[in-house]
């Protein structure tokens, strides 16, 4: 990630990407999730804690123009 994103970026980032995928699997954890948190790179089982380690932030951030392209 070139740039320091905002929370509310990193939640527009994870609501766009289609290789978000929850934290934990199961249906009361997705929704505990979802009421406290919201989609976010933060809650996605690809976040290392500062990083998407699959690298599909860039592009989404990139796609949405929340990053310039490179």
Do not use: F
């Amino acid at each position: 990630m070139s740039e320091k994103l905002t929370q509310e970026q990193l939640k527009l980032i994870g609501e766009n990407c289609s290789q978000y995928r929850p934290v934990s699997q199961g249906i009361s954890a997705t929704m505990s999730i979802n009421e406290d948190e919201g989609i976010s790179c933060t809650t996605c089982r690809h976040w290392s804690g500062s990083r998407c380690v699959i690298d599909a932030l860039d592009n989404v951030a990139v796609n949405l123009g929340i990053l310039p392209e490179e």
